[in-house]
């Protein structure tokens, strides 16, 4: 069975810090897809970013990066010079091939001016 | 292009009641998903269906019911309203799940059982 466990449930940071959140998962598939999403106060779901298990290559857009580290089973998400718009919530997910998404308990990010 | 539409957005119901939240998507997509989040809490799975006529139970399915006729639509329907059943519903559809395609998903219904 698939299991996204996201241990910090809430974060706060001043803004301008760099901080990541972590993402540890579950899976006897050796195909499988693992994603982040946002939800901002206003409660939609934001998509993020997607990464398949072959592709363990680090991505970095604008602000945000990815780690994804197969032999630790993690997916942690790093902003850098973190601003007050990027409080929200943040779910991490994994996709067995052919399966439904598995979301994390998500984690809460507050970032204070 | 609309993506996945869920009404209504907000919803309060008595114990006991029944309702039908509606999910609609525009995209052809063959799977569609229903979810809850509980305050504080990750999603959880509802129903799938991976196209018109087939469904299946996720992770939560019980006092929920689904169907499928078409590939547009796909209802999530609440019987016996109990408030242990007060959450946020989301619905969500993708194109290929099975090669990571994304899932799209609705803007949420808010309900709240009284």
């Known amino acids: 069975a698939q299991k996204v466990t996201q241990a910090q449930t809430e974060i706060s940071v001043v803004e301008k810090e760099d901080v990541t959140l972590d993402c540890v998962y579950e899976t006897r598939d050796t195909t499988y897809y693992l994603f982040w999403y946002k939800q901002p106060p206003s409660g939609e779901l934001v998509f993020l970013i997607r990464r398949n298990s072959f592709d363990e290559q680090n991505e970095i857009s604008g602000r945000y990066s990815w780690n994804f580290q197969k032999s630790t089973s993690s997916f942690n998400f790093t902003i850098t010079a973190s601003q007050v718009v990027d409080s929200a919530v943040y779910f991490c997910?994994?996709?067995?091939?052919?399966?439904?998404?598995?979301f994390g308990g998500g984690t809460r990010l507050m970032v204070k001016p | 292009n609309a993506g996945v539409t869920q009404t209504p957005k907000f919803r309060i119901l008595k114990i006991g009641q029944s309702m039908t939240l509606q999910c609609t998507q525009d995209?052809?997509?063959?799977?569609m998903y229903w979810y809850r989040q509980d305050p504080g809490m990750g999603l959880k799975l509802i129903y799938y269906?991976?196209?018109?006529?087939?469904?299946d139970k996720g992770e939560v399915p019980n006092g929920y019911n689904v169907s499928r006729s078409t590939t547009e639509d796909f209802p999530l329907r609440l019987e016996l309203a109990a408030p242990s059943q007060t959450s946020v519903y989301f619905c969500?559809?993708?194109?290929?799940?099975?090669?990571?395609?994304?899932?799209?998903f609705g803007s949420g219904t808010r309900l709240t059982v009284v």
């Open positions: 969500a559809s993708s194109y290929s799940p099975t090669k990571g395609e994304g899932y799209t």
């Open positions: 997910a994994l996709s067995e091939a052919g399966n439904m998404l598995t």
């Open positions: 269906s991976v196209g018109a006529g087939i469904t």
């Open positions: 995209m052809n997509h063959n799977y």
